[in-house]
């Protein structure tokens, strides 16, 4: 009889079984074997508890120079599993790591594990089929592996990824049939990020002509068969967590295969996507469509994190939020899928809030409009690729729908905050707005002068559109005369320092309030200031963009080559390149008896508070966008968190935070550092102050 690896075993692969490891770990047998490691049950001889350890036995001919870089590796994955099963009990504790020579003389690192009784969900599906077991339905398979969901939905919001989903890695606790009383665990994480770092090595030491990879190729996605698609994050796992799901509706594997090339041209063929009905499992329009988004060959185009994914699978099969774990999804239904008069047979209809908008952040979604321009529906094929695309720009516009037309260049509103559900994308810029063609760069510095823009990390981008000046007081009242944008306050306001009084704060904002420029007199165009980020969120979306990423603003500053200043390379910490504070900006301050910044240079460059827009050519940056350092800061979409080091894919920054990040320093500031564009700070959202404004930024769909 032929089980999974993971079956406990009669035989002693490394041969340590009665060895005692690290003076506290009687080996006792082994229970698990699979491609990377042998997992031993063993007995803690000081606490008396059972453990397991898992032995990396493919790394075990690595040469003596890597190894301690391979251990570091590891104790590095325990210590994130120990931190990450702190804040979520689905995920499996480690307890140690360390290191021992086998019998035949090789090298092994090994990890401690909790001691778990149950089984690997992938015996589990294994002996129900050989029970013929009846299969599950979509609502008894998101039960079972829910606690999953919200382990990673918690680590996802750390910007952190598993990497190596499937059903090996999901530990079963108790009846799987009883969902209620099962419990399950989350194996390996963090293990598969150590095995990528040296997958060249473990293919070289394996000596075979076999491919080893550091991922499982039958739930891998595309960016993990070809890098051309794209960088590994959280949307990886999104992948490899709808295979799971159907494969436990299906009783099969969902991507079809008998080698790791077939599954790589499963994995990334366009024509045919491995979703629910493409595979033969009847699920409606709206759940067929959350799939085909979460199984998207580009990683822009899937959800970006396993919240998203799952809010979006249970607003679609129960038509309810989703209360994870690690936080409430808040996401409100407000879209009915119903049989349409007049379309065709097998037809369905979506009805959504908008009859103006039809359009989702997809590659070429083609909607088909039934019964003339905004009936407000769209005919979705129950197996066509282009109708299951229609059912998915409707998911995608249901967040936040507006009733006004689109602006020049765009077709429907961008993406909600920190929603990976997004409207359409245009296939051009609007009017004042630049194209910044997608690539990769190297976003922060390792220059130790500031540990916020620290570690320097690659990031790769999709083309996107930016504006060429920041928001100018103009345009802002255009939008506020309309009543679509709030008029700001004409005082500013921000945060109350525990060294002065609530009457001076109350005084310093009053002698600040002539810098905003809404009511002043002349400064149309001069950049709005003193607007909250809500507002200026608020006014990006009115013009069916967004605020721009962290990442985005950079890129548009520095460019692919990480130049040290928009401009280029030669200095330019003048007033001939930026509005920062000299002479005029310490005279104001003196006069009206302001606390006194530190001054950038000692000339005079013609505007105590801001400048009109542009008013600084020799500062424009390669793509032509003028003040993206100095005149005022600029509020980017981003909740502001430390920088991880992995390479990343459009990232959007923190899913939660206290402050946003803002970007390019101000006309009252003086410190040389903010004018490297890579250098990053941070305010409250709600805060509204003279040295803030904001440009905005729209997603590009450059697909034919």
């Not at 090789?106 to 992938?122: A, F, I, N, Q, R």
């Not at 009846?175 to 990020?193: C, E, N, S």
């Not at 990528?196 to 039958?218: G, K, R, V």
């Not at 020799?618 to 981003?638: F, I, Y």
Request: contains cysteine; negative net charge.
């Amino acid at each position: 009889m032929v089980t999974p690896d993971d079956m406990a075993l009669s035989s002693d692969p490394l041969g340590i079984a009665g060895t005692v490891l690290a003076d506290k770990y009687r080996i006792e047998k082994a229970v698990g074997e699979g491609g990377f490691a042998v997992v031993y049950r063993a007995e803690h001889l000081i606490w008396k508890q059972p453990v397991a350890i898992k032995c990396f036995r493919i790394l075990s001919s690595a040469p003596e120079a890597q190894r301690q870089d391979l251990l570091d590796g590891f104790i590095q994955e325990g210590k994130l599993m120990t931190s990450l099963s702190s804040k979520t009990a689905a995920i499996v504790q480690a307890r140690d790591v360390g290191t021992f020579t086998a019998p035949n003389g090789d090298w092994v690192p090994y990890m401690v594990l909790e001691w778990l009784d149950g089984k690997s969900l992938d015996l589990v599906l294994w002996e129900e089929r050989q029970a013929h077991l009846p299969l599950r339905s979509l609502a008894d398979a998101m039960a079972l592996i829910e606690p999953a969901a919200s382990a990673l939905d918690v680590v996802h919001g750390m910007n952190i990824a598993h990497r190596d989903i499937k059903p090996a890695n999901f530990f079963v606790i108790g009846d799987a049939r009883q969902p209620g009383v099962t419990q399950l665990k989350l194996l390996d994480f963090g293990i598969a990020k150590v095995m990528a770092e040296h997958a060249q090595l473990a293919t070289s030491l394996a000596q075979t002509t076999a491919t080893i990879t550091a991922f499982t190729p039958n739930y891998g996605s595309p960016e993990q068969f070809s890098r051309t698609h794209g960088a590994t994050g959280p949307w990886t796992d999104v992948f490899a967590m709808a295979l799971v799901l159907l494969e436990i509706m299906r009783g099969v594997a969902a991507l079809e295969g008998d080698d790791y090339l077939q599954l790589a041209i499963a994995a990334r063929d366009e024509t045919r996507r491995p979703t629910p009905r493409a595979l033969g499992v009847q699920v409606s329009d709206t759940v067929e469509a959350v799939f085909h988004k979460a199984l998207a060959v580009a990683p822009r185009d899937r959800y970006r994190t396993m919240g998203e994914f799952w809010g979006d699978l249970h607003l679609a099969a129960f038509d309810t939020p989703w209360a994870s774990v690690g936080g409430a999804m808040t996401r409100q239904p407000s879209f009915t899928v119903q049989i349409g008069p007049g379309a065709p047979a097998g037809a369905a209809t979506v009805a959504f809030a908008n009859p103006t908008t039809t359009g989702g952040m997809l590659s070429d979604p083609h909607p088909t409009t039934k019964g003339g321009g905004g009936s407000g529906k769209i005919a979705v094929g129950i197996l066509g690729a282009a109708a299951v695309a229609s059912v998915i720009a409707v998911l995608a516009i249901r967040s936040r729908m507006k009733d006004e037309g689109p602006a020049p260049g765009t077709s429907s509103e961008a993406l909600p905050a920190g929603s990976a559900i997004a409207a359409a994308a245009p296939t051009t810029c609007a009017d004042g707005m630049v194209m910044i063609p997608g690539g990769s760069f190297f976003e922060g510095s390792d220059d130790a002068d500031s540990k916020l823009w620290q570690p320097a990390h690659r990031v790769t981008l999709s083309t996107f559109c930016i504006d060429l000046t920041e928001v100018t007081v103009a345009a802002y009242k255009k939008c506020s005369d309309k009543g679509r944008c709030k008029r700001p306050e004409p005082d500013p306001s921000y945060p109350k320092s525990d060294k002065v009084t609530a009457e001076e704060h109350a005084q310093s904002q009053k002698k600040l309030a002539p810098l905003c420029n809404f009511y002043a007199e002349g400064r149309d165009q001069h950049p709005i200031n003193c607007v909250s980020w809500s507002q200026a969120d608020n006014f990006c979306r009115k013009r069916r963009g967004r605020l721009p990423s962290e990442a985005e603003w950079e890129f548009a500053a520095r460019g692919s080559d990480g130049r040290k200043f928009p401009w280029g390379e030669a200095a330019g910490i003048d007033e001939k390149h930026m509005n920062a504070c000299g002479a005029e900006c310490a005279r104001w301050q003196t006069d009206n008896d302001v606390a006194t910044t530190p001054k950038m240079y000692d000339a005079d460059d013609g505007f105590v508070g801001t400048a009109p827009v542009g008013s600084f050519p020799a500062g424009k940056s390669k793509h032509g966008l003028s003040d993206m350092v100095g005149n005022v800061w600029e509020w980017t979409n981003d909740w502001f968190s430390v920088y991880g080091k992995d390479e990343v894919a459009n990232p959007t920054g923190a899913s939660a935070g206290d402050k946003k990040a803002i970007r390019g320093g101000g006309f009252n500031g003086g410190d040389p550092l903010w004018v490297n564009p890579a250098y990053r700070y941070h305010q409250v959202p709600t805060a509204s102050v003279p040295g803030i404004g904001f440009r905005c930024a729209m997603s590009l769909d450059t697909k034919p």
